[in-house]
């Protein structure tokens, strides 16, 4: 595999980190499944229950969105490297033509 | 429909009858049905109703959808795995790449474990957080049904509808209602502790860094496919 293939495929990965990101509290299915109208301590332990669940897809959303931009940085250094790598490989190309020149 | 679906309608009857009797003061101060009231925080038919509102439904769908994602994320980092491990350049810069690659991916995790500190392992640890408030609901809708369909055959129903006497009204109710508010009270239990059982394992999850720094362009690198 070339090094800007691995940049896009890093990209790619990142990309769906981030897409995953935008749509992980759509799986939210709200409070009343868990009888959170009800009064009482019944209806404050169905709150808690979801708001269990709602806390941690809102933390899954933010740590896939970060990590998805991670993907993104870790591809941007790949392209640094392989830019460095053609750089090299020009200054090689352009020594030996003016070598043989 | 399940067994409370087929006792609800006689089951609120029922035990709106009791929450009459005991709204107007129907039971003597030193009732053991008060404190489960307290407990409880709400009447029998009150409760009932709390029972009857819990829907596993749309949470089978949420935990499904969860387990997906799990594997999509797994899926991601294994396929990039592959094509990391084909050795794209060797020296210093892709030693440091292979350390940040190695973190990254573990973040990613492989989805095998719900006790895994990675976004798989935390989304499959969340899945199974929302299959035991569906196993909780099952519970408590069954648990709940029993009692129902008990209370719905003796004779304190029987004496709820039929006598005129206050004394009588008043035990009939207070007998119903320890019965389904001792069922409330378990059901409360089992449903704080999975509550806090699952607090540590769907906690926040840190990313922590590799020491070295981010792969350097072209640096000590000896060979590379470009």
Same mark, same amino acid.
């Given at each position: 595999m070339r090094l800007d293939d691995l940049a896009d495929e890093l990209d790619a990965v990142g990309d769906e980190l981030a897409r995953a990101s935008t749509t992980m509290t759509l799986a939210d299915p709200g409070a009343r499944p868990f009888g959170a109208?009800?009064?009482g301590a019944l209806g404050e332990l169905g709150r808690a229950l979801h708001l269990r669940l709602s806390t941690v897809l809102a933390d899954r959303s933010r740590e896939s969105a970060a990590h998805g931009a991670r993907f993104g940085d870790a591809a941007q250094s790949v392209r640094q490297v392989a830019d460095g790598f053609r750089d090299v490989e020009d200054a090689v190309r352009d020594r030996h033509d003016l070598g043989s020149s | 429909m399940d067994v409370l679906e087929r006792v609800t309608g006689a089951g609120l009857d029922l035990l709106d009858r009791v929450d009459r009797v005991l709204a107007s *003061? *129907?039971? !003597? &101060?030193?009732?053991?049905v008060w404190p489960l009231l307290r407990v409880v925080g709400a009447l029998p038919g009150e409760a009932l109703r709390f029972a009857v509102s819990l829907d596993a439904e749309p949470l089978h769908a949420t935990s499904m959808e969860l387990r997906a994602r799990s594997r999509e994320f797994a899926g991601h980092r294994a396929a990039l795995d592959v094509h990391v491990a084909t050795g794209t350049w060797e020296g210093a810069g892709a030693d440091a790449f292979g350390a940040w690659w190695r973190a990254l991916a573990d973040y990613v *995790?492989? *989805?095998?474990?719900?006790?895994? &500190?990675?976004l798989a392992g935390r989304l499959l640890a969340m899945a199974s957080y929302v299959d035991a408030v569906v196993e909780w609901i099952d519970y408590t809708r069954g648990d709940v049904a029993m009692t129902v369909a008990d209370a719905l055959r003796s004779h304190e129903a029987v004496a709820l509808r039929t006598s005129t006497m206050d004394d009588d009204l008043s035990r009939a109710a207070s007998t119903i209602g320890v019965r389904v508010l001792a069922t409330f009270s378990d059901s409360l239990r089992n449903g704080r502790d999975l509550h806090d059982e699952w607090s540590q394992r769907l906690s926040g999850l840190p990313f922590h860094p590799p020491s070295e720094s981010p !792969?350097? !362009?072209?640096?000590?690198?000896t060979r590379a496919h470009l």
């Open positions: 109208d009800a009064a | *003061g *129907g039971a !003597p &101060a030193t009732d053991p *995790g492989d *989805g095998t474990s719900v006790d895994q &500190a990675s !792969p350097p !362009p072209a640096s000590g690198a």
